[in-house]
């Protein structure tokens, strides 16, 4: 039984993902089981898993829906789940392996640094490091891990179609206190490249503060959808 499973959902991430799968290998060697959940793709994106993941798990389109999925086939104590566009050091997997005293009950994040070198983007990420420590909220930029255990008491993340990290990050935090580790991972800036800082930035926080006040996911997941990514 491996101590870490790492879960990737994917819809059309051909150009992200083979990065992001060829930085885990060293991992893999060392026991670390890969596993990536497709929601569907229509480009090349299960194509580039073959002879790099353990599983390949064929899914509906949805965020919640492919990472209970691969939770359910996943054999490791701790799961990790990971975006595809998303980048992992291997001294970040050794500090979590070190890390849960109570490994039944463990749960956190990693800090995230985004891929851009200007100086917008170190604003953004010391604003996204602050606000999850601040809160207990782990987004998914941030790598979230949870042991299985806990992963399972919990129900898994609520099949909503938007803020389902906010979801389960409450649900968590009822049975303990996220671990905020110092290690970073490294995330794309695509998002914001595409579409403009200001305008990500601002329709990010009205998502989550429309959500605050019980907005349906439904509803916020359309808007969300303006934020293209290629």
């Known amino acids: 039984m491996p101590e870490l499973s790492i879960i990737i959902p994917t819809l059309n991430e051909e150009t992200a993902l083979p990065v992001t799968l060829a930085s885990l290998q060293s991992l893999r060697r060392e026991g670390v089981e890969i596993i990536v959940v497709d929601g569907g793709s229509t480009d090349k994106t299960v194509c580039c898993t073959e002879g790099l993941v353990e599983q390949l798990v064929v899914s509906s389109a949805g965020r919640a829906v492919q990472l209970n999925k691969g939770a ?79 992963f399972e008491q919990v129900g898994g993340y609520p099949c909503i179609e938007l803020m389902e990290d906010i979801a389960i990050s409450k649900k968590l935090k009822k049975v303990s206190k996220p671990i905020c580790l110092k290690e970073t991972v490294t995330t794309s800036c695509r998002r914001w490249q595409v579409n403009g800082v200001v305008k990500t930035v601002l329709l990010m926080w009205s998502l989550r503060w429309a959500y605050f006040f019980n907005a349906e996911p439904k509803v916020l997941a359309q808007k969300y959808r303006q934020i293209r990514i290629k």
Not at 107 to 129: H, P, Q, S
């Open 72 to 150: 359910q086939v996943a054999r490791g104590k701790v799961l990790l789940f990971l975006h595809a566009d998303t980048l992992l050091a291997g001294r970040a997997i050794k500090k979590l392996l070190k890390q849960p005293k109570q490994p039944t009950l463990c749960w956190g994040r990693f800090k995230v640094k985004l891929d851009d070198t200007a100086i917008v983007f170190r604003i953004i990420e010391t604003m996204m490091n602050w606000r999850s420590c601040l809160t207990g909220i782990v987004t998914g930029d941030h790598a979230m891990f949870v042991s299985k255990h806990l």
